[in-house]
Nanobody, 123 residues
Framework: QVQLVESGGGLVQAGGSLRLSCAAS????????MGWFRQAPGKEREFVST????????YYADSVKGRFTISRDSAKNTVSLQMSDLKPEDTAVYYC????????????????WGQGTQVTVSS
């Protein structure tokens, strides 16, 4: 069982930055691919970014490429998402996810989910 706890969400103006963090409980953290997903009101949950178990491979949705950066710290069992140049359409609940399999687009196929953290970008 892996427990994931997100933090760092909040309210920011368009063009601003936020950094999300996810703390994982697993001793086997380094064996999991880690990712971020988001869900806006009235929309389906969508893939945002993945970092591979080794920390070298990263994948991004086209909508966030060049603006978001994912990273992981295996010594601290954390994964972070640095978000810059935020836009109102980035407003959503952001979820941390862990899994052992990647989809064809590089998105992690989650086995575990965090509870989510709200990000609101005002125009």
């Amino acid at each position: 069982q892996v427990q994931l706890v997100e933090s760092g969400g909040g309210l920011v103006q368009a063009g601003g930055s936020l950094r999300l963090s996810c703390a994982a409980s697993a001793r086997t953290f380094s064996t999991y691919h880690m990712g971020w997903f988001r869900q806006a009101p009235g929309k389906e949950r969508e893939f945002v970014s993945t970092v591979g178990w080794g920390g070298l491979s990263t994948y991004y949705a086209d909508s966030v490429k060049g603006r978001f950066t994912i990273s992981r710290d295996s010594a601290k069992n954390t994964v972070s998402l640095q978000m810059s140049d935020l836009k109102p359409e980035d407003t959503a609940v952001y979820y941390c996810a862990a899994g052992t399999t990647l989809g064809t687009g590089g998105n992690v196929l989650p086995t575990y989910w965090g509870q989510g953290t709200q990000v609101t970008v005002s125009s």
